[in-house]
């Protein structure tokens, strides 16, 4: 199994809101990795854990915090969002050497109004 | 610094017709070379990836990609185009090694493969 799974797979938040994005994988990965992607660009890194423990951030507003409860489960929460915000967030995870493919999630569209 | 060039942002052929996607790379060290190919509304997926050993690699769904290290390259090809491999592909490196650039995947800026019936 190669899956990684994301839910929501669409969120529409007020700028107010507090909302959070779900990744999970059962590859037994331990690097788990968190990307936004505005249309018709590449990926960008946010995050990157690694055994649990937060190992780059990529300057990322604090807005955005993530958490990595277990070696399963990688979570974004979400507060005080820009429109700007609005992308296609995506999670993905892989074994802990560079030559391991990543895996990607679907992604969760995420649309701040 | 490491950087990935993807010549070409569009790309269109006819069905059946060879696809050729370029992709060269800057790196101080021999990296790893990955493709992935993107769906609308989808996730990354990955085509074929060079580490080490033979540099023609196959990948899945009839692509191929050369690692040239004279020429710093890793193109894609595909000898005939299907209506399904239409979809952004992007090319990306990673370092080998220890760091904190490990596990940083840079991609190039992608390439929209547009085929015609």
């Known amino acids: 199994d190669t899956e990684v799974t994301q839910t929501p797979k669409h969120l529409v938040m007020g700028m107010t809101n507090k909302k959070s994005l779900k990744c999970e994988q059962h590859?037994?990965?331990?690097?788990m990795y968190w990307y936004k992607q505005k249309a018709k660009k590449p990926p960008e890194l946010m995050f990157v854990?690694?055994?649990?423990?937060?190992?780059i951030n990529e300057s990322v507003p604090s807005r955005f915090s993530p958490e990595c409860p277990n070696s399963s489960l990688l979570n974004l929460h979400l507060h005080a969002l820009q429109p700007e915000d609005s992308a296609l967030y995506l999670c993905?995870?892989?074994?802990?050497?560079?030559?391991?493919?990543?895996?990607f999630g679907p992604g969760t569209r995420l649309t701040v109004l | 610094a490491q950087s990935v060039t993807q010549l070409g942002s569009h790309v269109s052929v006819s069905e059946g017709a060879l696809v050729l996607l370029r992709c060269n790379y800057s790196?101080?060290?021999?990296?790893?070379l990955f493709w992935y190919v993107q769906y609308p509304n989808q996730g990354l997926q990955l085509l074929l990836k060079?580490?080490?050993?033979?540099?023609l690699v196959k990948g899945i769904n009839g692509f191929e990609a050369e690692f040239k290290k004279s020429e710093t390259s890793f193109h894609l090809t595909k000898p005939s185009a299907h209506m399904s491999d239409a979809a952004e592909y992007f090319c990306?490196?990673?370092?080998?090694?220890?760091?904190?650039?490990?596990?940083?995947?840079?991609f190039g800026r992608g390439t929209q493969l547009t085929v015609w019936p």
């Open positions: 993905a995870s892989s074994q802990r050497t560079a030559a391991d493919t990543q895996y």
């Open positions: 590859m037994g990965h331990r690097a």
């Open positions: 854990y690694s055994y649990e423990k937060l190992s």
């Open positions: 790196s101080s060290v021999p990296p790893y």
């Open positions: 060079y580490t080490t050993g033979a540099t």
């Open positions: 990306a490196v990673t370092l080998p090694g220890r760091g904190s650039t490990l596990g940083r995947l840079y």
